[in-house]
């Protein structure tokens, strides 16, 4: 039974490993979308409201 425990940190080191590559992933995602918006223009607000309306 020496050996279990050893099995069980393995186990436990691993999912925190992928728990840490998912955080910075997610945040670096996160900072990617926010430049994204930043650049882009509302260009389908401006072109919606120079359309006028419909009837």
Do not use: H, W, Y
Request: aromatic share 6%.
């Amino acid at each position: 039974m020496g050996n279990k425990p050893d099995i069980i940190r393995a186990i436990v080191l691993v999912f925190a490993v992928g728990l840490v590559i998912t955080g910075f992933t997610s945040i670096q995602a996160s900072e990617d979308k926010r430049a994204d918006r930043a650049a882009a223009p509302a260009v389908g607000f401006i072109q919606s409201a120079n359309q006028g309306l419909n009837r």
